[in-house]
């Protein structure tokens, strides 16, 4: 199983950006792809991004598609996600995930590994 661990979370203001990353270690590393999901409070967990491990091919969610970047690092096993000019709304626990999937990307069940979670706030 891969285990995987999120950084750059943080408290910033409307119009800031953020960059997340997420580092993939254990026995089997990602093979299909790599995605990001969030929560916010009281709601359930939501696609943002996903990327395919191989050919590095991205999709985003309608919401994030104009603001956010996913990429990724293959020599570090690291997938990052670039946040532009952010909303309050775009707060929420975000969570990094992995699968050996190429399709479902957008579907949380569909990932076998998941982060514990990084925090971001944005104040209006």
């Known amino acids: 199983q891969v285990q995987l661990v999120e950084s750059g979370g943080g408290l910033v203001q409307a119009g800031d950006s953020l960059r997340l990353s997420c580092a993939a270690s254990?026995?089997?590393?990602?093979?299909?792809?790599m995605g990001w999901f969030r929560q916010a409070p009281g709601k359930e967990r939501h696609f943002v991004a996903a990327?395919?491990?191989?050919?590095?091919?991205?999709i985003y969610a309608d919401s994030v598609k104009d603001r956010f970047a996913v990429s990724r690092d293959k020599a570090k096993n690291t997938v990052h996600l670039q946040m532009n000019t952010l909303k309050p709304e775009d707060t929420a626990v975000y969570y990094c995930?992995?699968?050996?999937?190429?399709?479902?990307?957008?579907?949380?069940?569909?990932?076998?590994?998941w982060g514990q979670g990084t925090q971001v706030t944005v104040s209006s």
């Open positions: 990327i395919t491990w191989n050919t590095g091919q991205p």
């Open positions: 254990g026995r089997t590393v990602p093979t299909g792809a």
């Open positions: 995930a992995a699968t050996g999937r190429y399709w479902g990307l957008q579907v949380g069940v569909n990932y076998d590994s």
